[in-house]
T-cell receptor
């Protein structure tokens, strides 16, 4: 069984400030890790993924995440956010079938 | 590449009625997934197809739910005898061959059961 915990339901931040969205996972098998973004009334869009290799993963829109196996974490970061980054962010973990288990989401609110 | 499309985008129905949703995946994508998302939650896996074969079903998929993917192209999700607890966003996703981790989501169908 696998699960994901997103530690913050809401993260408010000012424009151009850095942000970190936290994600911890549990899994009994090797994992693949993902971050998705969902804008209002839209489906999910893949931001980045960790499959293997380098633990620092770069994605779209300037986001990056670091896989930390010892801490079972996969936190998402961006050095400088924009108003347009306001959205819901979901962390997900998958096993060999690639079927993801999603966290409950973190609402990123960027203030001008 | 037109993306994953879902129809209808919104559906309001009365309790006890049957509803059917359609998903058209990206062409050449052999895997197709259905998820359900309720307010304040992440998507929950329901079922997936590889080509026309339904390979896995979640325990969430009660016997009132049925999904098909005839000819390995579009898919339908039918809910019979709808209940208020079925109100949710139903999301479809597809992925290309050998890249099942790369899922492309449609905009979803929002179901409201009154």
């Amino acid at each position: 069984a696998q699960s994901v915990t997103q530690l913050d339901s809401q993260v408010p931040v000012f424009e151009e400030a850095p942000v970190e969205l936290r994600c911890n996972y549990s899994s009994s098998v090797s994992v693949y890790l993902f971050w998705y973004v969902q804008y209002p009334n839209q489906g999910l869009q893949l931001l980045l993924k960790y499959l293997s290799g380098s633990t620092l993963v770069k994605g779209i829109n300037g986001f990056e995440a670091e896989f930390n196996k010892s801490q079972t974490s996969f936190h998402l970061r961006k050095p400088s956010v924009h108003i347009s980054d306001t959205a819901e962010y979901f962390c997900a973990v998958a096993g060999g079938s690639y079927i993801p288990t999603f966290g409950r989401g973190t609402s990123l609110i960027v203030h001008p | 590449d037109t993306g994953v499309s879902q129809n209808p985008r919104h559906k309001i129905t009365k309790r006890g009625q049957n509803v059917t949703f359609r998903c058209d995946p990206i062409s050449e994508h052999n895997r197709l997934y259905w998820y359900r998302q309720t307010l304040g939650q992440g998507p929950e896996f329901l079922t997936y197809f590889q080509n026309e074969a339904q390979l896995e079903k979640s325990r969430l998929l009660s016997d009132r739910f049925s999904a098909e993917r005839p000819k390995g192209s579009f898919s339908t999700l039918e809910i019979q005898r709808t209940e208020q607890g079925d109100s949710a966003m139903y999301l479809c996703a597809s992925s290309p061959p050998d890249r099942g981790y790369e899922q492309y989501f449609g905009p979803g169908t929002r179901l409201t059961v009154t």
